[in-house]
């Protein structure tokens, strides 16, 4: 009897020292999307859900923690309410492992950000404004929206331009 307790003992143990030294495994595993794909993330991520990549529609958008964020945008006068998940809770539940993003639009327009910009700014992958949802015409249906009330110093050419419109994908560099 004493041997089983000593054998179960050291294998509580080892499973104890394992869980510990381990990297995370507990990662919650992307859901396909059910609606209309909205936004692709790819690169160096570490959950996937259609081949090497993270797809999501707007639904998916939606669960993850939503922030709002009260500013001024450098194109509009009035202060708007964005909301949506923040760049960072997205960033997480892919996986990112990267130093730099690379934001694409619609259009085909291009942006980098350093992961600093995440970190240090939290910008907001806006699905709302004003309580609205946004569309292709109202520069949808995800934006990228930074802070620009909070951090006076990124009202400059630089961070308008990282605050891409029409999102519609994410490489992790």
Do not use: C
Not at 11 to 19: D, F, I, N, Q
């Amino acid at each position: 009897m004493k041997s089983i307790r000593l054998i179960l003992g050291q294998w509580s143990l080892v499973l104890l020292v394992l869980s510990l030294i381990m990297p995370e495994s507990r990662a919650q595993v992307l859901a396909k999307p059910k609606g209309p794909v909205v936004l692709t993330v790819s690169g160096q991520i570490s959950q996937h859900n259609l081949g090497n990549t993270a797809v999501f529609d707007a639904a998916m958008l939606q669960a993850l923690p939503v922030q709002e964020l009260i500013t001024r945008t450098p194109w509009e006068k009035n202060v708007m309410t964005f909301s949506g998940p923040s760049l960072k809770a997205l960033l997480h539940a892919v996986g990112s492992r990267g130093k730099t993003i690379r934001l694409s639009a619609l259009d085909n327009y291009e942006a980098s950000v350093p992961m600093d910009d995440v970190t240090r700014f939290d910008p907001v992958l806006a699905i709302r404004v004003d309580g609205k949802p946004l569309t292709i015409r109202s520069r949808g249906p995800v934006r990228v929206m930074y802070p620009f009330d909070h951090f006076p110093e990124i009202n400059i050419e630089l961070y308008s331009g990282r605050a891409v419109w029409q999102l519609q994908h994410i490489v992790v560099e």
